[in-house]
């Protein structure tokens, strides 16, 4: 008949609700990985509260493909329901007023390039508040981890609630080494995304 929460949902919600509940602004927030359509509810939720909203990993491709941009070679071919759902997302943060970036370069089209970098960084060093979903290139590789890395240490020297979630995203922010110096590094995953979601 008595049940609470234990102290680990304690300290998530913590953390997670003041990016729901009144979020200090300007309020970033950072998509990478893969699929946009398995992101679209959160990307449609987080547009009732954020400023900015920046896109990486290989999600950027289907915005790329909906915005009439050529991939790169190498680059993996978006699912045609990630290219719309990638153009709903352009066409309500036109609606809402929400400034959305993609990548303006791009190495080999697994990375952001060092444009892309110090154009993210630039509005991520005004922002309050962050939310960091999905690395923003294939970090495990060496090669392609520059700009996942860049973005974090950017993070790291920002005052601000800095926000992390998924486990690919928590394990790129760790080897950056300043997992330190973030807010929370959320253990939710997909359980992130959904609590956002409401």
């Not at 709903?88 to 952001?112: M, N, W, Y």
């Not at 939310?131 to 920002?158: D, Q, R, S």
Request: proline share 6%; aromatic share 8%; glycine share 12%.
């Amino acid at each position: 008949p008595v049940r609470g929460m234990g102290l680990l949902i304690e300290n998530e919600l913590q953390h997670l609700d003041p990016l729901v509940i009144h979020p200090a602004k300007p309020f970033v927030a950072v998509l990478g990985g893969s699929n946009v359509s398995d992101k679209i509810k959160t990307i449609e939720f987080l547009m009732t509260n954020i400023d900015t909203l920046l896109i990486g990993g290989a999600m950027a491709h289907a915005f790329w493909v909906s915005m009439g941009r050529k991939l790169p070679e190498a680059a993996k071919q978006p699912k045609p329901e990630d290219v719309a759902a990638a153009g709903h997302c352009l066409k309500t943060a036109k609606r809402r007023d929400v400034q959305l970036l993609v990548p303006s370069d791009t190495i080999e089209g697994f990375d952001i390039g060092p444009e892309t970098v110090r154009e993210f960084s630039a509005v991520l060093k005004k922002a309050k508040t962050v939310f960091w979903n999905g690395p923003l290139g294939w970090f495990e590789k060496p090669e392609y981890a520059a700009g996942t890395f860049a973005i974090a240490e950017c993070l790291a020297g920002i005052d601000a609630m800095k926000v992390v979630g998924g486990g690919d995203t928590v394990s790129a922010v760790k080897k950056s080494g300043f997992a330190e110096r973030f807010t929370h590094l959320s253990t939710g995953g997909g359980a992130v995304l959904e609590y956002l979601e409401g």
